[in-house]
């Protein structure tokens, strides 16, 4: 009986692991309780069926505190239906259509002697550095997020998370 016990333990760990290992990006942030509003602008901007794609993606996903933080009635702003291009461009600022665990990341930044420049899916560059032990991401317009959570691997790329929102310049 015990041998059996386990072997039914064994498998139910399986499968719970392998479905959790097919989780993809989009499934990750829809689950977290702190991305709703990141949930809420994905959809907005109907992009959930473009990050369920193949990728492979790396995702800068910041919380709900990160948009707290924006200026007020700028989320409210891109919310709106006829500003749903500046949504995504937006949110596109915060996709690199590239595999990069936060390893990769820190390689790169030491191999750019401080900086790692990334391009986005928007199109617009997004710089990595390290301060103060922290990687940090720079917009093109001087904002600063931090990686405050990485790693978070999806079938089709990888998921960190940022205390910041990037905000494209043009």
Do not use: C
């Amino acid at each position: 009986m015990k041998l059996k016990n386990i072997i039914l333990i064994a498998v139910i760990s399986f499968f719970s692991l392998s479905s959790y290992a097919q989780s993809d990006i989009v499934d990750i942030i829809l689950h977290s309780e702190n991305h709703t509003t990141f949930t809420a602008t994905i959809k907005a901007a109907n992009l959930v069926s473009t990050l369920k794609e193949k990728g492979p993606y790396t995702i800068f996903a910041p919380t709900n505190e990160a948009f707290d933080k924006l200026e007020q009635g700028k989320l409210q702003f891109l919310l709106q239906p006829e500003n749903k291009a500046i949504l995504s461009t937006t949110l596109t600022y915060h996709i690199i259509p590239a595999y990069l665990t936060a390893n990769n990341i820190v390689d790169q930044i030491k191999i750019g002697d401080g900086t790692f420049k990334m391009t986005t899916v928007a199109g617009n560059i997004l710089t990595a550095s390290i301060k103060d032990g922290n990687v940090i991401l720079t917009d093109s317009s001087g904002n600063i997020a931090t990686i405050t959570a990485t790693d978070l691997k999806g079938s089709n790329g990888i998921v960190h998370v940022v205390d910041g929102v990037m905000i494209p310049d043009n």
